[in-house]
């Protein structure tokens, strides 16, 4: 298992800064996902650890080996790209024994660990036929285990369900986690679908114009985002503005003044001592917000019904504030009655998931 360094990196195209001075460490074993708007430099961060970029500045990392300058073939790692890539007119077996063939590993050897890549990836059976006689799912576990079968100290996954239907993803994605955890690989794995990256990831880094703006576990991101981008981001989330009054109680909390009333919330972002009047932007979670019929006393929204939809497991209430503002309220398990749309509505949340983000 090898540790992978990203030190200061930068790389420019022409105009475009597509990295700019990123530093990161992922651990041994561990599953790492970058996530960001699309552009902000994902893909060339993982061809940067690939080795098929060289940066403008910066260092790269396995272990306390510098790999910055050391070409794509001889650093053992190993890359899924979205479109497979695999080569239509030959079987399963020969796809994945391409990649052995090539580094001239002996007949016999090759024949063992194709066998044993393809039991990884419980395509056995499926040997000898033809990549155009697989589905999409088995598709995508051949480009896997031709990923596999060389060893590689590492894997890179650039989006490597896309193409893949929900249901199929769902299950692919439990698949790919254990079998990187089985085989020990240090994985980076780069998607856009965020629920991909909750569900498996050990840590991630959200990137955003070339920058990591935040990193940490998926608890940690989703629960305390230290900006409201990183939070829009990442799941869906109701913004409102505000200004700081003070701090209240002794559990670290704010009161800030909104058109809404007074809210309670907490700070997410390290080092920020607020001061009277300072801007700032209250986020709550739609799923951390409640309905009521009557109004709390704080960290309270009124509003009419603006839309209401029954999604079966949840239920996403819409109302319409101050100002036209809209507030989502996520319901579990809920009855599918929509609320009155003549009456008053009320939304609250409380003080611990009420976060108080710089402006
Ligand atoms: P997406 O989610 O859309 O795939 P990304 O986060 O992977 O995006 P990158 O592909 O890393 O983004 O691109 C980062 C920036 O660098 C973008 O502005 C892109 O247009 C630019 N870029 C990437 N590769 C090249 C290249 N070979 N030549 C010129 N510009 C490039």
């Known amino acids: 298992m090898v540790s992978i360094t990203i030190r200061s990196l930068s790389k420019r195209f022409g105009d475009t800064v597509a990295l700019d001075s990123v530093s990161l460490t992922i651990e041994p074993g561990e599953m790492f996902f970058l996530l960001g708007p699309s552009g902000c430099g994902k893909t060339t961060l993982l061809r940067h650890i690939a080795g098929f970029y060289t940066?403008?500045?910066?260092?790269?990392?396995?272990?306390?080996?510098?790999?910055?300058?050391?070409?794509?073939?001889?650093?053992?790692?190993?890359?899924?790209?979205?479109?497979?890539?695999?080569?239509?007119?030959?079987?399963?077996?020969?796809?994945?024994?391409?990649?052995?063939?090539?580094?001239?590993?002996?007949?016999?050897?090759?024949?063992?660990?194709?066998?044993?890549?393809?039991?990884?990836?419980?395509?056995?059976?499926?040997?000898?036929?033809?990549?155009?006689?697989?589905?999409?799912?088995?598709?995508?576990?051949?480009?896997?285990?031709?990923?596999?079968?060389?060893?590689?100290?590492?894997?890179?996954?650039?989006?490597?369900?896309?193409?893949?239907?929900?249901?199929?993803?769902?299950?692919?994605?439990?698949?790919?986690?254990?079998?990187?955890?089985?085989?020990?690989?240090?994985?980076?794995?780069?998607?856009?679908?965020?629920?991909?990256?909750?569900?498996?990831?050990?840590?991630?880094?959200?990137?955003?114009?070339?920058?990591?703006?935040?990193?940490?576990?998926?608890?940690?991101?989703?629960?305390?985002?230290?900006?409201?981008?990183?939070a829009s981001f990442l799941g869906e989330t109701n913004m409102i503005r505000g200004v700081i009054e003070s701090e209240v109680g002794t559990d670290k909390l704010w009161a800030v003044k909104t058109d809404f009333g007074q809210f309670w919330g907490r700070l997410t972002e390290k080092n920020w001592e607020p001061t009277k009047g300072d801007r700032v932007t209250v986020c709550v979670r739609p799923e951390a917000m409640r309905l009521a019929d009557y109004a709390g006393a704080r960290n309270t929204i009124s509003g009419k019904l603006n839309h209401y939809m029954y999604l079966g497991d949840t239920a996403q209430t819409v109302l319409s504030g101050a100002e036209g503002q809209e507030i989502r309220v996520t319901e579990l398990h809920p009855t599918g009655r929509a609320p009155d749309s003549d009456t008053e509505l009320f939304a609250s949340s409380a003080p611990e998931d009420t976060l108080i983000l710089r402006r």
């Open 55 to 230: 940066p403008d500045a910066g260092k790269v990392l396995f272990d306390a080996r510098d790999v910055t300058f050391v070409p794509a073939h001889k650093r053992n790692t190993a890359m899924m790209f979205q479109s497979y890539a695999l080569w239509p007119h030959m079987s399963v077996a020969q796809n994945v024994a391409f990649g052995l063939e090539q580094r001239k590993a002996d007949p016999e050897n090759i024949e063992r660990r194709v066998g044993e890549a393809l039991d990884m990836v419980r395509l056995r059976k499926q040997a000898n036929r033809k990549i155009n006689q697989l589905s999409g799912g088995q598709q995508q576990r051949v480009a896997l285990a031709r990923a596999l079968v060389v060893r590689p100290d590492c894997l890179l996954l650039d989006e490597p369900l896309s193409n893949l239907d929900a249901r199929l993803r769902l299950d692919m994605r439990t698949e790919i986690r254990r079998i990187c955890k089985e085989f020990g690989l240090t994985t980076v794995y780069v998607t856009h679908d965020q629920k991909e990256a909750l569900a498996i990831a050990d840590r991630l880094a959200i990137l955003d114009e070339g920058k990591v703006v935040q990193g940490g576990t998926p608890r940690q991101i989703y629960r305390f985002p230290f900006s409201t981008r990183v």
